[in-house]
C-alpha cells in the first residue's frame, strides 16, 4: 500500500492502492495508455503515490476542474465556498472512518453532519458553532454538500455508501468533465462521399492546399500529379511535367503557384492554370518543400540529408547546409511563433533552424527510427513528431531533453501525424490504416477507427482539409472521413433534428434528444454546457426525467431501456427489453414506477430499484399496432396508453391488470391527458377531434360527455368547433396537455379576466399552438371537482349513485373489466358505433338540443381578427401561435416550476412559451439573446439555502451540552476532558474527582436523551466497558440503551416501495400487539410502521 512506502509517514492517499486497483471507473470514451514520462505535467494518480508525492495536491487538482467544470455548467455557487475545493486526504479518511462507524452507509443527514465536521479540520467543532463563518456561509457550505450528496445519490435512495463516494471522487477528477463539454473532441466516421476515379498504383502522398482548396494526389511512380476537389471527391485535372516520379508539393503564397518536386531532381512552379512557370535543377533528390512567407524563401531537403534554402526573385540556390542531419531529410515544417524550421531525418533527430542564419538551433532525440511527419499547434505550443516508431511524441519547443509525453497505443510503424488548426485535435495514424484521435488537453486517446473496419489495409499517407471537417486517406485509392461535428447550423437546436425535449425543474435544466446523444441546456440563459454523446448503442426514440432529476430514462430503437445519470451518461440500469423500438416512456411520480410502450403495442410497467435490477411489474398486450402516447394518472390510479389501432386502453395501477378499453375513435389517436380532479380523460387524435371521457370512479365511467374540434381560422374568424357536420375539415392535433390553473389576460377594455380552469393546450400538423377553455362546459354538464378519494369509498362500498341516472351504480366496474376491446359502451348506443357513424360526425356525445341550436357566426366586422363563433359556448379559443414554421409539433409538455410550455417541432427548434403562448425563446445552438425563460437562479439558490439552514438548525440544536470524544492514542484520559468540559480546569484531578465529575457530566446529559447525538452514545456505552460508569443507577442505564435503539429503530429504513392503506394498517397493528406483549421495548415495530411510505 501507498503508506509502506515510508515508514511513519502520515497516509496522504485518497484510497488505499488495492481499492484504488479494485474500483472499475465507467468511461465513455476510449481511453489510450496514457505514459508520462518524469517532466510531465499530467501525473496519474498511482505514480503520484509510486514518487511520493503528496496525494492532496492531485485532490485538489481534480476538484478544481470539477469546480471549473460547474462553472462552465452555469452553476451559481462560488468556487471559494465550493465545498470539492476544501476536501484533501485527510478529511477523505475521516470521512471514511464516519462510513466504517455507521456500518458502511450513510443518511443524507449523516453525511452533511460527517462532510461538515470534517471539513472544519476539527472533528471536536460543532456543526452550528464553525469559528469565523457567518450563518449564511454556513449556509452556502451545507447546501454545497446537500447538493454533493444529491450528486452522489444518484437513486435516490436517501443513503450513500463510501465506495458510491470515492467511484464519485475518482470519475469527476480523472475526467475533469472534459469529455461532457460543448467544445469537446467529437468523432470520425467513414464519409459518404466515395472516391470513384481510377488510380493504377497506390497513393503515395496527399497534400492539402487550402489557398486554392484542392486535394493533391501523389502516385507511386507516376509522373504527374492530380488535383481533386476535396468536397466531392472528385478529379479535376491531371498535370503532367516532371521526368521522373513526383514525391511532394507545396504552396508558395507570394507567387500563388504549386511547387513540386520529383525524383529528376528538379523543382518544378505550375500557376493558377497549371502551366508550367518555372523549374530549378538540383544536386539531388528533394524529398519535401517548405514556403517560408516571412523569409520569402522555398525550403527544400534532400535525400542525403542536405537543406537548401532556394531564392525565387532570382530562381537560384541561395544556400545550403549539409552534414547536420547524417540521412535523409523526410519533413520540414515552419514553426511561424518561434520563427524557427522543424525539420525531420531518417536518422531520428529532429532539428530547429534559424532560417536567416541556416543553423540548427535546438536538437530533439528521442525516435528510436526515422522520423517522417512534423505538426505544430499554435494553440497548444507543442511540437508532435512520428516515424517508424510505434509512438508519437510530444515535444516542449523550448526544452530539448525530452519528450513531455508519448501517444501509445499504435501496434504498427507510423506514418503520420496532425493536428487539426484552432481545435485540440491530433490524429496519428500506422502504416495498417488505424487512425487515433487524441486530445491534446490531456493527451488522451478519444476515437481509434480504420484498419479492419475499412480498406485502408496498406496506408502510405493522410492529411486533414479543416474547412470541410474531413480528413483524406491514401492507400489503393483515396479514403475520406468526416468530423460528426453537430454545429452545421447555428439557428436550429440540432442540425441531425430533435426527438424530444424535456425540463429538470430539480435543477434548471433542459435536455434535448438527438440521435444517440442527450444535451444539456441552462435554463437561466438558454445556452447549451453539456454534451452527453452516444451514450446509447442505437438511436433514442423515447425519454423521459426520474423523479429525483438526476438520471433519466432512454428507449432506443432496439426496444432497449436503461437510466442513465445525468452528470456523466453512465448505464445505471437495464429493464425488461421491448420486442420493437420504444415509442413511450413515463413514470409515476412519487413512485419508483416506470411505464414503457413500443411500437408493437405493448406497454410495461415496472419498477426502478435504484442500485438493484429493475422488477418487471407487469406487461399488457391490448393493442393491435403501435403505442403513440402513454399518460398515468396517480390520483385515479389509472394508466392510459393511446395507439394507431384507434383506441385508448386504460391499466389499473393498483392491480396492475386491464381495466377496460375505448374504441370508438375513427383516427389515429394523438395524444392523451387527465383532468383527475374532474374524473376525466381527454383525448386527442389525427382527426383534429378532442373528447372528453369520464373515468372512474365516477357513476358514468367510461362515457364521452363532450368533445370539439381543431378548426382552423377561416378569414380571420373560428367557425363552430361543434356544430355537426364540420364546417370545414380538422387540423390533426399533434400533442395534448391539460392544465387546472387560473389564467389572467388582459381583455379588450384593458382589464384584467381571470379566465377558470380547465385549460387545454394543443399542438396541430401545421405547427400552431393554441389554448382553449372548456369551464362553461364543466359548468353546463356539471362537470366539477370531486373528492376522489370519497368515491372510491362510496364504490368500495356500494353506495355511489349516478347524478344521470339517479340509481346506485353496481357492478359496473366488473362489467368494464368484462368488456372486451372492441365492444361499445352502453352509454353512448349505437350512434357511436364505428360501423353506424362512417361520416364526418365522429363522436356524438354532445346534447342533440345544442347541436339543433349552433349557428355559425357571419359577422363581418370581426374578420380581421381571431374570434371564436358565438354559439360556441361550451368551448373558448383564448391564445393562438404559429409554434414551428408551418412544421409539425413533435411533443409538447408543460413545465412546472416555472409554469410554462415547452415545445419540440420538426423544423429542429426547441421553443418555450408562457402560459399565453408569449414567446419566452429558442434553445439554439448560437445563444438566442432574447431567451427570458423564467427560471431564477437566484429564487432556487435561495431555497437550497433555506432547506441548509433548517438542517443545520436541525443537526446541531443550540443550548445542549455535549460530551467530547474520546482520543483514541492520547495521553490524557476520557475524565480528564469531562473534568475540564464541568469546571473549565486542565490540570489533572484526583480518580475520583474525575469520576464524580463525570457522573455529573452524563447525568446531565441523560436528563434528556432524546437530543443525544450517537457520538454521545458511542462515548458513554464506552465508558461503561471502562468501568467509570460503575454503580451509575441502572434504570438510568437502561433509559439510556433504550433511547439509543429507539433512535436506531427510526433510522432504519424498511421498505422502499409504496405500501397500500390495508397493509400499512396491517404494519400498524402489529406494532400495537408487540407493544401490548411487550415485545417491542425498544419501539422497533412501531419505528417501522411510522417509516413506511403509504400510496
Known sequence: MAQDLRPGRKKAMVLEDAELRSLRIPSTAHRGSLSPSKHSYLPTLQEQAREDRPQSISIRKFTESLVEAEKKEGSHASPETHVLTDLSADVLENVKAEFVENGGALNGEQFVRAMLRNLDGDRKSQVSTQEGASTRSASIRAAAVMDL??????????????????????????????????????TYEVSQVKDVSKHETPVEKLVYLEQIDSLVCLSRGSRNFRLYDPKRCILKDTVPGHRGTVINCCYVDAWSQIATTAADMTICFW????????????KDVQLCLQWDSVSRSLFSGAIDGTLSRWDLNNMTLADLRKGNHKKAINDLLMVHDINLLASASSDGSILMWDTAMMKPKKTFKGHKKGTFSLAYSMDYHCLLTAGLDQEALVWNPYVERVPIFRLKGHTHALCGVSIVPGTPQILSADVAGTFRLWDMRSFRCVQSFGGNETTLNDLNTFCIMPPHHRLAAGASRVILHDYMDEWGGESVTDTGGVTDALYNPRVGEFYTISKQTVKTWNANTGVLFKVLRDITQDEITAACVADNGRKIYLGDAKGRVQSHGLQNGAVLSVFDQHPTDISCLSIWKGTNKVFSSSWDGTVKISTDEGSRPPQLKAEFKNHRDGVTCLRGSPELLLLASGSTDMQVVLYDLQTMKFETALSRFQHVIAAVDFLPK????????????????????HPDQWTCIF????????????????EVPPPTLAVPVCALRVSEEQLVRQSEDGEEEIIDPPLIHTADSKGVLRVWTVSAMCKKRGVHALDVKDLFEQQRNGKMTSPTRGKTVRGQR??????????????????????????????????????????RSQDPTRSQAVSVAQSDMEVQLLFEEEGHDDAGIISMYLTEEPNALMTTGLDRRVRTWSSQLDRLGTLMQ???????????????????????????????????????????????????????????????????????????????????????EEDDFRMLFEQMERGSMTGYPLESKERLVKVSKARQAKQMLHR??????????????????MAALGGDDYGTYAAMANSLKVR
Request: proline share 6%; charged share 25%; glycine share 6%.
Open 707 to 722: 368533445h370539439f374540434r381543431n378548426l382552423p381560422i377561416i378569414n380571420g374568424v373560428l367557425p363552430s368547433v361543434t
Open 814 to 855: 366488473t362489467a368494464a373489466r368484462g368488456t372486451s376491446p372492441g365492444a361499445s359502451s352502453p352509454r353512448l348506443g349505437k350512434t357511436l358505433s364505428p360501423q353506424n357513424s362512417m361520416g364526418a360526425a365522429f363522436l356524438t356525445g354532445l346534447d342533440l338540443e345544442s347541436e339543433n341550436d349552433i349557428v
Open 926 to 1012: 448560437s445563444q438566442d439573446r432574447h431567451f427570458k425563460f423564467p427560471f431564477d437562479p437566484q429564487a432556487a439558490q435561495e431555497v437550497r439555502l433555506q432547506a441548509a439552514a433548517e438542517l443545520l438548525e436541525f443537526l446541531a440544536p443550540e443550548n445542549r451540552l455535549r460530551l467530547p470524544p474520546l482520543p483514541g492514542a492520547s495521553s490524557r484520559s476520557a475524565h480528564d476532558m469531562l473534568l475540564s468540559l464541568s469546571s473549565g480546569k486542565t490540570k489533572p484531578t484526583k480518580k475520583k474527582d474525575a469520576e464524580k465529575a463525570w457522573r455529573v457530566t452524563a447525568e446531565q446529559v441523560m436528563q434528556a436523551p432524546e437530543d443525544v
Open 149 to 186: 450528496f444529491s450528486h452522489v445519490d444518484v437513486h435516490g435512495e436517501s443513503s450513500v455508501t463510501w465506495e458510491d463516494v470515492s467511484n464519485y471522487f475518482i470519475e469527476q477528477g480523472m475526467s475533469g468533465g472534459d469529455e461532457f463539454t460543448v467544445d469537446s473532441i467529437k
Open 271 to 282: 500557376d493558377s492554370h497549371l502551366q508550367l512557370r518555372n523549374r530549378l535543377a538540383a
Open 678 to 697: 374532474r374524473c376525466l380523460l381527454v383525448v386527442a387524435d389525427q382527426g383534429g377531434h378532442i373528447s372528453f371521457w369520464r373515468m372512474r370512479p
Open 1056 to 1073: 422502499a416501495s409504496a405500501l397500500s392503506k390495508e397493509e400499512a394498517f396491517a404494519a400498524e397493528r402489529l406494532a400495537h400487539a
